[in-house]
């Protein structure tokens, strides 16, 4: 069957993940089993979350492309539309739209080696990109995920870190402000990279999250003399 991204389904809530303060996960299954089976999306790409009467928002798709029977969208409340889904509970039911938007290169990246770098709610995007890598492991060189936060608290799906980095992903994570327990990297994204020894001809590098923090590991990278292609 196919599927039309423009048309609108029905979608079931079947869970709810508080991840950060104002952040939270939401595992979402089509109504129809017909639309679930033709759906796919690629890494990176976004849907159209819809909710009657307050609008519909952009949000990237951040579960595993093989999963054919769930979708997850993980939301930080911004607006109207974001604060009345952060109101809905398990079980109940959304509209959306999808998939729209263009998608990290992962089929133009086999055969080298791939950073991923990302901040804050930047890994939510890059996370399908993670599953992609993790599920065809052996077409890729050294994977290394730089991934940095405001504090421990505010780091995303950290009970996920251990399973890629025995997939074979180097994951090293930063956040500006440690606490008492932390005892990992403190500071920013671009300085990790920085401090990465590179072959960087055959490095790809995918990075998401606040601008000042992708302008910087741009910057780097074309300082290594990464390809900017």
Same mark, same amino acid.
């Given at each position: 069957?196919?599927?039309?991204?423009?048309?609108?389904?029905?979608?079931?809530?079947?869970?709810?993940?508080?991840?950060?303060?104002?952040?939270?996960?939401?595992?979402?299954?089509?109504?129809?089993?017909?639309?679930?089976?033709?759906?796919?999306?690629?890494?990176?790409?976004?849907?159209?979350?819809?909710?009657?009467?307050?609008?519909?928002?952009?949000?990237?798709?951040?579960?595993?492309?093989?999963?054919?029977? !769930?979708?997850?969208?993980?939301?930080?409340?911004?607006?109207?539309?974001?604060?009345?889904?952060?109101?809905?509970?398990?079980?109940?039911?959304?509209? !959306?739209?999808?998939?729209?938007?263009?998608?990290?290169?992962?089929?133009?990246?086999?055969?080298?080696?791939?950073?991923?770098?990302?901040?804050?709610?930047?890994?939510?995007? !890059?996370?399908?990109?993670?599953?992609?890598?993790?599920?065809?492991?052996?077409?890729?060189?050294?994977?290394?995920?730089?991934?940095?936060?405001?504090?421990?608290?505010?780091?995303?799906?950290?009970?996920?870190?251990?399973?890629?980095?025995?997939?074979?992903?180097?994951?090293?994570?930063?956040?500006?402000?440690?606490?008492?327990?932390?005892?990992?990297?403190?500071?920013?994204?671009?300085?990790?990279?920085?401090?990465?020894? !590179?072959?960087?001809?055959?490095?790809?590098?995918?990075?998401?999250?606040?601008?000042?923090?992708?302008?910087?590991?741009?910057?780097?990278?074309?300082?290594?003399?990464?390809?900017?292609?």
């Amino acid at each position: 069957p196919t599927h039309h991204p423009w048309v609108a389904h029905s979608a079931q809530i079947v869970d709810i993940r508080p991840e950060v303060p104002g952040v939270a996960t939401y595992d979402l299954v089509f109504d129809n089993p017909d639309v679930a089976a033709a759906y796919r999306f690629k890494p990176g790409q976004f849907n159209m979350l819809y909710l009657p009467g307050f609008g519909e928002s952009a949000i990237s798709i951040s579960s595993d492309p093989a999963r054919l029977d !769930l979708l997850s969208h993980t939301v930080r409340v911004a607006g109207n539309v974001t604060q009345a889904l952060a109101r809905k509970r398990v079980d109940d039911h959304i509209t !959306l739209r999808g998939p729209f938007g263009s998608s990290w290169p992962v089929e133009a990246c086999c055969g080298k080696d791939v950073v991923l770098a990302c901040g804050g709610i930047g890994l939510a995007p !890059l996370r399908p990109a993670i599953y992609h890598i993790l599920n065809h492991r052996g077409e890729y060189g050294r994977v290394i995920l730089l991934y940095g936060a405001r504090t421990p608290k505010d780091l995303l799906y950290p009970s996920e870190y251990d399973e890629w980095r025995g997939g074979g992903i180097e994951v090293e994570v930063t956040v500006d402000i440690g606490d008492d327990r932390w005892n990992g990297h403190v500071g920013v994204v671009p300085v990790l990279f920085y401090r990465l020894r !590179l072959k960087p001809q055959q490095t790809a590098v995918m990075t998401c999250g606040p601008e000042i923090m992708m302008r910087f590991v741009v910057f780097e990278a074309l300082a290594r003399r990464v390809q900017p292609d």
